[in-house]
């Protein structure tokens, strides 16, 4: 067992009996849009009014990565920072045998040095329309699920379609407080990105998956990025000054990021589902790919790089999932969201105009046993060269069909980045596909049986290590020149093709849509009743309120500010000086194992200056790499993490012992002059 797992579960049960007598009025809770800030919140508790020009700059500011995660513009030549393991996925696509720059870090001396990156896509949110009146009133009373999903998917392409063809720009429509409300999100698209700086994976994930989610850290979990507009470094109107002054305790601080899901809306039915269902089957999944890539990064030095950015990821979300978990298999936490939704349903049953929703929470209890029962369906053959080989086969059915009527990966508004992806140079290792390929197979068996008729079609008489090896040593899926042929070729090229990938995906097809529809039309049941109950929240808070996560840009708030865990104090800050204590602590041992650089510049740098922070910004996974700036707009940290007791941000918020982590940015500028000695990008920095 990790040995951090009796630490999750104590951290956790603290959490819940502090969350229990929260008094959430007084909280900074909340994911805020940036076309509906709290201004009167701020002002009343901060003194701070934030002005329409400083929102507007700071959502300018503020960059996606379309990996994952987040970052922001701190130059106006393009510089763009965020975390290392954000960025991983880019280092270790860029890292052979003999340059590992996702472990041993990177600095382009000059600007001819900086590396471009395969298939990074950078999105700057530049405007948001709302939408809401547009989108429903295309699903008509009376509709069947299938027909309302239809329809909205039609006029969503439809308005997506008309605003990049109007604008140029990226073009998204978000649904919003679980369907009761839609956003078109317009982003300026960068993909000409270039790696610029990474420090050592040593101290960028100092502690490794021990101190994951703990507090307190020592981790430079920081990267620098360039974005290039016609081969030059692009000229950035809107970007983060560098804070001279850093930050105090008690000061509030702003986090501009881009939170992946929350569940905060959720029924009880539908938590419950997550609890006893959905959490439990993901987790014995990760726990068999952690253990499967582990082995593969046994066989050998080039394996174990090969593996290591799928195990990083792999054990971050069984970390993350099993704290999520933990709270959910807490009686107090699930008896908390009991109370807060017999308070909604006695408002609905005190206005009759509201008497309707009350048969919304009841379809989300209905359909949590259609969910249920397709657990386990569908393909999950999730190896990079099959999703290849998916898109291409999906993409030349949908291309046959108008755009409205598309899936909505295939939409032309999104044409360009699902190209981009599908297009990628970036290297495939095929003995790690061909490893992970055979253990979905066995995987798949396991959950279907050895007898499924699916399952024979796809082994075709041979055990699933074979198999693996016949689809992955015989596709050139791998090479793009390939790829594009059979794009260009659309249908005809598809149904020919005697690529064994390809053909797979054919085989496979079929079944894929068909759970794939019933999956759709859960959601779209689920999207109308969830609309209901949002216009209860609506009728019962105001609409100023703050929605779920959706992975789009949100600003949260709060403090720097410690905290007491297990009756001692947990210091709001650590210093740089602090990690070779925490070295010493640990004998020196991997994983808290300074980087050689680090022990060379011990005697001249600052030991004294501030490494990492918390604050009681509400934030969840997707908020990596999100700018920490104070009140004038200027940058004075980097979110990297949270702690353990966040976890369950998911699904509900707390600010007594919740925090957000970060790096400090004095550590940052810190490190780059006296550590990396990358001076030109010290003056670069907020200019």
């Not at 996606?64 to 991983?88: D, E, K």
């Not at 501030?610 to 940058?635: H, K, M």
């Not at 925090?659 to 990008?681: K, Q």
Request: glycine share 8%; hydrophobic share 40%; with cysteine.
């Amino acid at each position: 067992m990790n040995d951090t797992a009796p630490r999750l579960i104590r951290s956790v049960g603290v959490w819940l009996v502090a969350s229990l007598t929260a008094l959430v009025a007084t909280a900074d809770e909340g994911m805020w849009l940036f076309n509906a800030l709290p201004k009167d919140y701020l002002k009343q508790k901060y003194g701070f009014e934030p002005t329409d020009a400083w929102a507007d700059h700071v959502m300018k500011s503020s960059v996606r990565f379309n990996v994952g995660g987040s970052a922001s513009f701190i130059s106006s030549t393009g510089l763009v920072l965020t975390n290392h393991h954000v960025g991983s996925d880019t280092l270790h696509k860029l890292s052979t045998a003999e340059h590992n720059y996702a472990e041993d870090g990177f600095y382009a001396k000059t600007l001819k040095d900086e590396i471009p990156a395969p298939d990074l896509e950078l999105n700057q949110l530049v405007a948001i329309v709302d939408v809401t009146d547009r989108v429903k009133s295309a699903v008509k009373k009376g509709m069947s699920a299938a027909e309302a999903l239809k329809a909205r998917r039609a006029v969503i392409a439809q308005i997506e379609k008309e605003s990049k063809d109007a604008t140029g720009l990226r073009s998204d429509v978000v649904t919003l407080y679980g369907g009761g409300r839609y956003h078109l999100y317009r982003y300026k698209r960068y993909t000409d990105v270039r790696l610029v700086w990474a420090p050592e994976a040593a101290i960028a994930f100092f502690g490794g998956d021990a101190d994951n989610f703990e507090y307190p850290r020592y981790c430079l979990d920081a990267c620098i990025f360039r974005v290039y507009e016609n081969g030059k470094p692009a000229k950035i109107e809107h970007f983060l000054k560098w804070s001279t002054d850093g930050v105090r305790e008690k000061e509030l601080v702003f986090v501009s990021g881009n939170p992946g899901r929350t569940s905060r809306i959720s029924t009880l039915a539908a938590l419950k589902h997550q609890r006893d269902v959905r959490l439990p089957y993901v987790l014995n999944f990760i726990r068999r790919r952690e253990i499967m890539l582990q082995q593969f990064g046994l066989e050998g030095v080039e394996q174990e790089r090969r593996a290591k950015d799928g195990l990083f990821g792999i054990q971050n979300s069984r970390k993350a999932l099993g704290g999520m978990l933990q709270g959910l298999q807490d009686p107090r936490l699930m008896q908390r969201k009991a109370e807060e939704e017999q308070k909604l349903l006695a408002a609905v049953d005190r206005d009759p105009r509201l008497s309707e929703a009350r048969a919304a929470w009841e379809q989300i209890a209905r359909l949590q046993k259609r969910r249920t029962a397709l657990q386990g369906k569908g393909v999950s053959l999730n190896t990079r060269l099959f999703r290849i080989a998916q898109t291409l086969v999906q993409m030349a059915a949908e291309d046959q069909k108008p755009n409205a009527e598309r899936l909505p990966e295939f939409r032309d508004s999104g044409r360009d980045s699902l190209l981009q992806q599908l297009f990628s140079p970036a290297p495939i290792y095929k003995d790690l596909e061909q490893a992970t390929l055979a253990d979905l197979i066995s995987w798949m068996i396991e959950l279907r049986g050895g007898d499924d008729p699916l399952v024979e079609k796809i082994l075709q008489g041979k055990g699933p290590r074979d198999r693996a090896a016949d689809l992955v040593m015989g596709t050139r899926l791998d090479q793009v020149a390939f790829r594009k042929k059979l794009a260009d070729g659309g249908a005809d090229a598809i149904a020919s093709c005697d690529d064994p990938m390809i053909v797979l995906a054919r085989v496979v097809d079929d079944e894929a849509r068909a759970v794939r529809k019933e999956r759709d039309e859960i959601g779209e049941l689920e999207r109308q009743a969830y609309g209901k109950i949002a216009e209860v929240l609506f009728a019962v808070k105001g609409t100023s309120t703050y929605p779920d996560a959706t992975f789009t840009l949100r600003l949260a708030f709060g403090p720097v500010k410690g905290y007491v865990e297990d009756g001692k104090p947990v210091p709001a800050w650590t210093t740089m000086g602090g990690a070779f204590e925490h070295e010493k602590r640990h004998g020196g041992k991997e994983p808290w194992k300074l980087p050689a650089s680090w022990i060379a510049a011990k005697q001249t740098m600052d030991g004294e200056t501030p490494f990492n922070f918390v604050c009681t910004a509400d934030i969840v996974g997707g908020n990596s790499g999100s700018p920490v700036i104070n009140r004038r707009g200027e940058l004075v940290g980097l979110i990297f993490d949270g702690n353990i007791q966040s976890l369950t941000a998911d699904y509900v918020y707390d600010d007594k012992v919740s925090r957000a982590v970060s790096v400090d940015a004095r550590a940052i500028r810190e490190a780059l002059a006296n550590i990396y000695h990358a001076d030109r990008i010290v003056r670069e920095l907020g200019k």
